[in-house]
């Protein structure tokens, strides 16, 4: 169960775990469970993003010059070899100071990502149109999601968020929230077929 090692013994999860537990006890197990439902594969802590390495050894003599290392996502959904989702994350407690930092870097890898992918489909298949990569960035008890495509520039949207509960009195209200928002979702996706 989400938090229980904590919120068993603690009304409110304890100020002094760190990002990786943060992380991977608390905001993981429901992102995880989401791409679970759709039998999308994910990994968590330190993933090396492909397409930012990709990008950085573009064009250098690997014979000659040292190779560049890949920076390390949070989290990874992989469909089929290509990673379609990566997630950022900071402290739950006093998450603010890295935010900047860490969305920077989740939109460059984003972008390497969206790039990757255009590159090793275009060798055997025509690229697809609408092609999209996601992402997330975890700040506090918030998690924003995000969208990129591209249409003569790269555009990237938030497209949802999710609050993490951090004492037992937020987990049901927090639980339904989301619950309701996905429901919501799916009901204006089906609205929006029924109109086309």
């Known amino acids: 169960m989400y938090g229980s090692h904590y919120l068993e013994y603690h009304d409110e999860v304890p100020r002094t775990i760190n990002e990786r537990e943060g992380f991977g006890d608390l905001t993981w197990p429901f992102i995880r469970g989401a791409l679970k439902l759709v039998k999308i594969l994910s990994r968590c802590f330190e993933i090396p993003v492909i397409g930012t390495k990709e990008r950085r050894n573009t064009g250098r003599d690997l014979s000659v010059e040292t190779e560049e290392q890949a920076p390390m996502a949070d989290g990874v959904a992989v469909f089929e070899d290509y990673q379609i989702y990566l997630a950022e994350a900071s402290t739950i407690y006093d998450a603010k100071s890295e935010e ?97």
């Open 100 to 196: 900047a930092k860490d969305k920077f870097k989740l939109v460059r890898c984003m972008r390497d990502s969206w790039n990757s992918q255009i590159k090793s489909i275009s060798r055997e298949a025509v690229p697809p149109s609408g092609l999209t990569v996601f992402g997330s960035t975890s700040f506090g008890d918030e998690t924003k999601f995000y969208a990129m495509d591209f249409a003569g520039t790269y555009r990237l949207k938030q497209v949802g968020r999710m609050l993490v509960p951090l004492r037992q009195s937020h987990f049901a209200s927090r639980m339904e929230t989301c619950v309701r928002c996905s429901d919501k979702n799916d009901t204006d996706k089906g609205d929006q077929k029924k109109t086309s």
